[in-house]
């Protein structure tokens, strides 16, 4: 696959050019300061869905919705004591969760996958795990697996599964046994995390990797996930870890299964979180953020983003070619917030009419070209412009040396006026490409043209 990477621009050989000059030989010694499209680094075939997905809906669900505390970290920070945060479970009911409304919802939001959280930090499984009886299925009225329904009826949507799991488990007798090195002589080092001075027992964190292994290989053979969303590999070391050893056991007989990339660096794609990234990572990535400010379900948290921001978000994620995992946190009871919900819809509304801007498309042009996000369809021969503001009048573009055979609204494609002014054509730099944007074309949140080009993308920087 070719993208457009980051600004490959060759030395520019020392020359003197006379005004005007036209000359065929000097058009091709300032042609090498054009921006050089470079093979990317080798990406399996395995990440082709996902790189065309660029939607995924993000679901923290857990005991912790009970009283809206914060998902493990609550008892982790002594927010809460660790008793007093597990009695949530008592109140977890799962009444009325209907995973085939969960499906229905995300594929009308556009997303392509979603994630839901199998086990997090507090060590609570949503499965009928068979090694141990922290679960949903012996410790909460919820008395059922809440994984399998989820991954059939986002099947039936025909959306791919993602299951996150928490590698460390702060409620294991097992798993606070090893320090990791460099916390020897912290005295105050969490003792959910790590044992006390003097405690260590390396046969119980042997224990442990043989629990850790087993619960990731019932999620394999129970639900077949396509994507593993791993979090909490912070607390050990990749030797303590072995985390290769994980790699292997799944992808030896789930070969085309994705890893993220919180597996100390032996996972297909990085995952920052929160903020869209000023310098995206280099290959596959994917930005995961919650609609409020937290990932589970908090009574007290209603700050919630608008729609218009989320598509913000949205388009500059896949305009620097990462995707998005956006977050909700269903009530106990399986229910979505009407906030979230309202975020989705209006998010699908918006992609829906402005599809072909999205899927399938490639990351855009580089920063300074144009004043917001961009897409490239996959033949490069149509820009997408997404206009975050209200323009005064006219968008620019700059840096395309094709010619321009249309203009055009998306979703509407009602025909702007454009026209070019300035460049030098004597070596061979475009001029600005001003485009009439009038009041009544401007969709309610964002808008998006396609700049359609007389072949594919020709495109200078300097």
Known sequence: MIKIQRLTVL??????LSWGCDSQAKKEKLASTDVVVNEVKKIPPKMDWFREAKLGIFIHWGIYAVDGTAESWAFFNNEVPYDEYMS????????????????????????????????????????????????????????????????????????????????????????????????????????????????????????????HRGQIREIMDLFHPDLYWFDGDWERTDEQWRMKEVREMILSEYPDAILNARMKGHGDYETPEQGVPINPPDGVWELC?????????????????????????????????????????????GTIPLEQVEVLTELGKWIDKHEEAVYPTEKGLPYGHFYGPTTLNKTKDVIYLYILGQPKAYVTLKGVRNNINN????????????????????????????????????????????????????????
């Not at 030395?11 to 003197?16: G, K, N, Q, W, Y």
């Not at 460390?168 to 320090?179: K, M, N, R, T």
């Not at 598509?311 to 305009?319: K, P, R, V, W």
């Open 88 to 211: 949530q479970a008592k109140g977890f009911t799962a009444s009325k969760y209907d995973a085939e409304a969960w499906a229905e919802l995300f594929k009308k939001a556009g997303a392509k996958y979603a994630v839901l959280t199998s086990k997090h930090h507090d060590g609570v499984a949503l499965w009928d795990t068979k090694l141990s009886d922290l679960n949903v299925v012996d410790k909460t009225p919820a008395g059922r697996d809440l994984l399998t329904p989820y991954a059939e009826a986002l099947r039936e949507e025909g959306l791919k599964v993602g299951l996150y799991f928490s590698h460390l488990d702060w409620s294991h007798p097992d798993y606070a046994s090893v320090i990791q090195p460099g916390m020897e002589d912290n005295e105050n080092r969490n003792l959910f995390a790590y044992p006390a001075k003097g405690k260590e027992d390396p046969e119980a964190w042997e224990r442990f990797l043989e629990f």
């Open 407 to 462: 203009i055009r609204v998306v979703g509407s494609n009602r025909e702007l006026d454009f026209k070019r002014f300035g460049g030098a054509e004597w070596q061979n730099i475009p001029g600005i490409l001003y485009i009439n944007v009038p009041e009544n074309v401007i969709d309610k949140y964002i808008t998006v043209l396609a700049v359609e080009l007389d072949g594919k993308l020709d495109l200078y920087h300097n």
């Open 289 to 333: 953020m919650t609609i409020n400010d937290s990932w589970g379900f908090r009574y007290s948290d209603t700050n919630f983003k608008s729609p218009r921001q989320v598509m913000q978000t949205f388009a500059e994620c896949i305009g620097t070619g990462g995707n998005l995992l956006l977050d909700i946190g269903p009530r106990e009871d």
């Open 11 to 16: 030395a520019i050989i020392p020359f003197v």
